[in-house]
């Protein structure tokens, strides 16, 4: 018995008909040849969601209008029909596996890339730039208007010949369609500016000609952002009349939320819950009777078969979700739903990559997002023998790609729980998702036969010597740094301390329930910002912030960092940025700002100054692996203090070493 009947019930749009309701949106990834064309990496990171049994893959925006409309380290391109042979590869790749491929066809307008204009000044609407900080645009003149959009008809032509089931149409996010439809952008006076009926007249006029150039037969789908979080924005209501003015020749609805300037809000943050913005395509839904695509932080296949179950929405889209599970419709088709290595929304590999960083998009839970199990075809050929030290999640990683490949692997955490500090932190409210790729290591674990677990052990030398291993991987992680700091020892070694680190907070949240304190955090880096958000909007305490650099956060991935500064300014948390702590005593803090001292009173401090690598009897370890010829690994935080994505990647890498003592039993030497 199908126990999500709703998920997998088969629907047919204008001709295109999907076989679940569970549709890939279009992400960008920096994949592309620096010339726009495909490459076969790009094609194998899509085909891998197709194989997964999505129903519907969206292609990433796709440039029609050079250099003028692009944007992105690297974009695909399709203004020419040397572009065709690549999309058409593609399109068989995904249709060899039964799923259908859209296309998004788009222009940035002002969220253009600056490099590739070589000198020339971005378009939009008015002279507004898409996010604080970038070049002013200059408007468009109403010719150049109607050159655009004879290129989108052009596009849509180009595409449906390149195979693509469907077209979507980008006019949300700050691109150029939606700096004509929004106040905050659109400014102009003309008949493209003013009214609603007059900002949605340009996207009128190219779904319009869209229409045209595919025929009746035919999905376009239209992509808005249906509430855009500013003052001066498009409100849910606003969105509602704008489509009413240009949605007649759309198939489809895809809503979604947001401009550049909160893309907490359209690339989720961790703690909004799965499906947060299904009440606004229900809005939508309501209105127009459309197939109305949903989107926000899905991972959880029960919440997606209510909210389809409810008629909130007809497809679900998962984006982010499908970059970390590629098989997320075939696992919870197949009953495998306790495997599914669900995003945890940190937004690292991912957004931060791609926007904060320029590089190709990678992911903190899976370790290979283009090859995805394809490691597990190279099986040993000898018996490997693999200690691994440490049950947090990269050891975990490290031990289940090393069975999964043939190893015989024990692995000893001295705890009784395995997930180390992930785990730990998770026992914030606003972490609760980290837990679950903490949850998908442990069942992937309990179900390999050669993957042995010791709890509550921990590894000394004559533990490890009886296991008589060839490789051993110490992932003992890391713990906080608490620098000599003139009265901080003595702080907290009195009865009543009031001075804390960040595990105190985490072994007994209990401990610290008392709502309406005055709280000073030292440190203004991941980990001080936890601890601002927990007091702030779970204690309704008073929160002031200490951080020797120029800027709080300073490190954080893109979208982390714009949450919390919505949350610096929401609460008027109080930050003394460029300062040092000088001393510290049960009840205040002396710190120094531009050679001025000041005495800061608190109820409670918590001393958030990083973390350090934790590798007890490390140098014995050495000393042995070297004696007896057995490769030793040092890994994750245990190696260096990082986040997640870090060890998880080293995790998946230890098998190139795992490969090379199998090449060569017996005779590697330490590394």
């Not at 060899?96 to 890339?113: D, F, K």
């Amino acid at each position: 018995m199908n126990r999500y009947p709703y998920i997998f019930e088969p629907i047919t749009i204008n001709g295109m008909t999907l076989k679940n309701r569970i549709v890939m949106p279009p992400m960008g990834s920096n994949f592309a040849n620096y010339d726009g064309t495909i490459n076969d990496d790009h094609i194998k990171y899509y085909e891998q969601r197709a194989k997964g049994g999505t129903a519907l893959i969206t292609l990433e925006n796709v440039c029609f209008d050079y250099p003028m409309g692009t944007n992105g380290t690297t974009q695909l391109r399709m203004d020419n029909d040397q572009f065709l042979p690549g999309l058409w590869k593609f399109n068989e790749r995904m249709h060899a596996y039964g799923a259908c491929t859209s296309v998004q066809i788009n222009h940035a307008g002002a969220s253009a890339t600056t490099l590739r204009l070589n000198g020339l000044q971005p378009v939009s609407a008015s002279d507004v730039a898409s996010k604080k900080g970038m070049n002013s645009p200059r408007p468009l003149t109403i010719e150049e208007i109607r050159m655009i959009v004879s290129k989108y008809a052009i596009a849509a032509d180009r595409a449906k010949r390149a195979g693509f089931d469907c077209i979507e149409i980008h006019a949300g996010h700050s691109y150029l369609l939606d700096q004509f439809l929004s106040p905050h952008y659109n400014h102009r006076t003309d008949q493209y500016g003013g009214s609603a009926k007059n900002r949605a007249r340009f996207a009128n006029e190219v779904l319009g000609a869209v229409r045209k150039a595919v025929g009746p037969r035919f999905p376009i789908s239209v992509r808005v952002s249906a509430d855009e979080f500013v003052k001066d924005g498009n409100t849910i209501d606003d969105v509602l009349e704008l489509l009413s003015y240009f949605s007649k020749e759309a198939d489809i609805l895809n809503v979604s939320a947001g401009i550049n300037d909160n893309l907490q809000y359209q690339i989720d943050k961790m703690n909004l819950p799965d499906g947060w913005r299904s009440f606004m395509a229900q809005k939508v839904k309501n209105k127009f009777n459309k197939i109305t695509v949903t989107s926000g932080n899905f991972r959880s296949p029960q919440v997606t078969e209510r909210v389809l179950e409810s008629g909130q929405a007809d497809l679900i889209a998962m984006g982010r979700g499908l970059i970390a599970e590629p098989n997320w419709v075939n696992k919870v088709k197949f009953g495998n739903k306790e495997l599914l290595r669900k995003c945890i929304s940190c937004n690292i590999g991912c957004a931060d990559h791609r926007i904060g960083k320029g590089l190709p998009i990678r992911c903190t839970v899976n370790p290979d997002v283009i090859g995805e199990d394809d490691f597990k075809l190279d099986k040993l050929k000898n018996k490997i023998k693999i200690v691994v030290i440490g049950g947090g999640t990269t050891a975990l990683e490290a031990a289940c790609s090393a069975a999964e490949i043939g190893a015989e692997v024990c692995l000893y955490e001295k705890k009784s729980y395995l997930g180390g500090l992930a785990h730990e932190i998770a026992r914030l409210p606003d972490k609760r998702r980290i837990d679950d790729y903490v949850n998908y290591l442990r069942v992937r674990a309990e179900k390999l036969s050669n993957l042995e677990i010791h709890l509550n052990e921990y590894a000394d030398l004559d533990i490890i010597k009886k296991q008589k291993p060839d490789i051993i991987i110490n992932a003992t992680g890391a713990h906080p740094f608490l620098p000599p700091i003139e009265g901080l020892q003595e702080a907290r070694m009195e009865n009543d301390s009031h001075v804390f680190d960040i595990f105190d907070l985490l072994n007994d949240l209990e401990r610290f329930n008392q709502k309406e304190e005055k709280i000073l955090v030292i440190g203004g880096g991941a980990v001080g910002l936890d601890v601002m958000e927990y007091f702030t909007e779970h204690q309704n305490s008073k929160v002031a912030m200490v951080e020797m650099l120029p800027e709080i956060g300073k490190d954080l991935d893109i979208i982390t960092k714009l949450g919390m500064k919505e949350l610096l300014n929401k609460y008027n948390v109080e930050q003394f940025v460029g300062t040092k702590l000088l001393s510290i005593s049960n009840t205040a803090a002396v710190v120094s700002c531009a050679d001025e001292e000041r005495t800061l009173q608190f109820d409670k401090a918590f001393v958030c100054l990083g973390m350090r690598s934790y590798i007890p009897g490390f140098n014995d370890l050495q000393q042995f692996a070297q004696n007896e010829g057995i490769t030793l690994l040092n890994i994750g935080d245990s190696k260096r203090a990082r986040r997640i994505y870090e060890g998880t990647q080293e995790a998946r890498g230890i098998l190139n070493e795992v490969h090379l003592v199998d090449k060569y039993k017996k005779h590697v030497v330490v590394g």
